[in-house]
């Protein structure tokens, strides 16, 4: 076995006693030999170091392990298997070594557990430490064998999994398989405020072609004009930090007595983004009705024409550019160019539909003998394009290079620690290296207790990340204003099932670290829990939930989450479930509760 130790010995000892822990602990199944132990002494590979006899491991004042266990007939320690006994390819291997007989003896008398052992001082029986090969030739040993706190005994074992589930079984769903699937999963909420948005334009437009046909001129492409304005200022309005936080305050305001219809209606807040696409959409389709009807009514000097005819081009393009790079399968894809072109397509358009505007009012005064500052009062688009440009230039002003100190919690995860400012909880901040670039957006976990400062857990999930958890920056610039997440709406719902998957517990500490006395149940399933996100954040859960269901996936395979879920959700008799995971399992556990009439949110793709 490769041993790749680590510099700092104390740390890579924690991981390693860690990782023997979530590794080694067995169940109590055999209560009549629960006087018997199974013991087991583990030396980090680099501390064993060149060709020693095993003992030697323990014969030096460097730490090493003991795991005591429940005996079982067929005990044999770790599993060798390379992959698991490096620690989930943390650099950090372990090497299975012989203690002497008193620590040994000793040990007999503890109660199963992990233990952490450091000899300081030992009396060969004869010759020389060179000359010592098995425990028998130490004749005294001065050691210290201290507990180390564990969570093995939290994690929840497959039996357990499958009793909840036996208890309250996932039943069929009522519906046929396809009606099922368009109520609530084609049918969404945003889906829904998408296509009002865009019904209601269209109706509009509608009526407004019937007034044209009527009377010439009764409808004009400074109507038209104005009508995008309107749809492009709400869907820049929509995304704003402040408007998005304002509706979840109101959403939250609500009284725990509001019935159960209301909050769950209440709680779908999140799919605003359906508003704000629906506008986007409908921003296009007047624009290009703004364009026809400018070539047919404009009346003015060639040059103006071509310059109107120019710009207006350049943003029929800009607009379809961004409209069809924000299509779901483009953006899942294709993430960042889909966000480059959001970002500078959209600066793009709004500049010239700027200059647009500024042409038309120039000329319009001209034609008028008016003032331009007059005629550009009287121009409805202008206020439009002043909140529009106010929107996207407020961000900006944000804009800090933030210091933070990180904490490796794994080789698949860090924890960034900020200590400028307090922040409610359940909200995010965006990260970057470079703002002009990138936009990663994460969940902050407030400090418990109201202590100044919080910290985001960010996990491997690609390049930007890798880098931050291998090589991580002493700043890092943040963006916009701390802006509220889907997991507020847990506070709507007494009690509330919780359910994350790896890294998504990072938004849910966000909540369970201000409101730990909130009726819930948690149930978290990762791989390695402890040794990958580290015990704090193991005991953040415990606190909210002292029967939190963690599962550990290395040991019991991926869970049936849909079904846990529901098992849970009636043995607690929940209100609602609110999931964090990623897209494909959020949408599965979200889709398989609501089909059976159980109330679940979670993150959408634009919320």
């Known amino acids: 076995m490769p041993r790749a130790g680590p510099q700092n010995t104390e740390h890579a000892f924690a991981q390693a006693w860690n990782a023997v822990d979530s590794l080694s602990a067995q169940p109590n199944t055999e209560s009549q030999n629960a006087h018997r132990h199974s013991i087991h002494a583990y030396a980090i590979a680099s501390t064993v170091g060149t060709p020693q006899r095993p003992v030697h491991a323990h014969l030096a004042p460097k730490p090493s392990i003991i795991t005591i266990g429940q005996s079982h007939a067929q005990d044999q320690g770790l599993p060798r298997d390379e992959s698991t006994f490096s620690i989930a390819s943390s650099g950090i291997s372990l090497e299975e070594v012989q203690a002497p007989q008193p620590v040994l003896n000793a040990a007999v008398s503890r109660t199963p557990g992990n233990y952490k052992c450091v000899v300081t001082n030992f009396t060969p029986l004869t010759g020389s430490t060179e000359t010592i090969d098995e425990e028998k030739d130490v004749e005294a040993v001065t050691y210290s064998l201290q507990p180390l706190e564990s969570f093995s005994y939290r994690i929840a074992a497959k039996g357990e999994l499958d009793a909840l589930m036996t208890a ?82 109101l959403v939250c305001f609500l009284p725990d007595g509001t019935p159960l219809a209301i909050r769950k209606s209440a709680a779908m807040v999140y799919s605003y983004g359906g508003v704000h696409s629906g506008c986007g959409i409908s921003a296009l389709l007047w624009y290009v009705i703004y364009t026809v009807l400018m070539v047919v009514q404009y009346r003015g000097s ?51 539909v700027w200059a647009q505007t500024l042409i038309l009012v120039i000329s319009k005064a001209n034609q008028a003998s008016h003032a331009i500052g007059k005629t550009l009062a009287t121009t409805p688009t202008f206020y439009f394009l002043l909140l529009i440009t106010a929107i996207l230039i407020y961000p900006w002003l944000r804009l800090r290079k933030r210091k933070f100190e990180a904490e490796k919690l794994s080789s698949h995860a860090v924890r960034l620690h900020f200590n400028d400012r307090s922040l409610p909880s359940c909200v995010g901040y965006r990260l970057a ?109 415990l606190r909210a939930d002292r029967r939190a269901m963690i599962i550990d996936t290395k040991k019991t395979g991926t869970p049936d989450l849909p079904a846990l879920t529901y098992a849970m959700a009636k043995a607690e008799n929940a209100e609602a479930v609110v999931v964090i995971s990623n897209p494909t399992v959020t949408k599965k556990v979200v889709f398989e509760m609501e089909a059976r009439g159980v109330a679940a949110f979670g993150p959408i793709f634009d919320s």
């Not at 104005?226 to 309005?237: D, E, I, P, R, Y």
């Open 168 to 249: 309250s079984p996932l039943p069929e769903i009522a519906w046929a398989t396809w009606f099922a699937k368009w109520r609530f999963a084609t049918l969404s909420v945003y889906r829904r405020l998408w296509a009002l948005v865009i019904v209601a334009n269209v109706v509009a437009m509608a009526v407004m072609f019937a007034r044209l046909a009527k009377r010439t001129y009764s409808f004009t492409y400074e109507d038209a004009a104005t009508a995008t304005g309107a749809n492009l200022a709400v869907a820049a309005l929509v995304r704003h930090e402040h408007f998005i936080n304002l509706l979840f305050r």
């Open 302 to 352: 060639d040059g103006i024409r071509m310059a109107l005819a120019a710009t207006a081009a350049v943003t029929l393009m800009l607009l379809i550019v961004i409209i069809a790079m924000a299509h779901p399968f483009i953006r899942r894809r294709w993430h960042n160019k889909w966000e480059l072109s959001h970002r500078y397509g959209g600066w793009a358009a709004i500049v010239f």
């Open 433 to 541: 290296h470079n703002p002009l670039t990138e936009n990663h957006g994460f969940a902050t976990i407030p400090n418990p207790n109201g202590e100044n400062g919080y910290s985001i857990v960010v996990s491997n999930a690609g390049d930007w990340t890798k880098s931050l958890i291998n090589n991580p920056p002493q700043k890092v610039w943040t963006r916009g204003a701390p802006t509220i997440g889907v997991m507020r709406v847990a506070s709507l719902f007494r009690p509330i099932i919780v359910v994350a998957t790896g890294s998504g517990i990072g938004p849910c500490l966000s909540f369970l670290q201000v409101h730990p006395d909130h009726s819930m149940r948690i149930i978290w399933s990762t791989r390695f829990p402890e040794t990958t996100y580290g015990p704090e954040i193991m005991k953040a859960v």
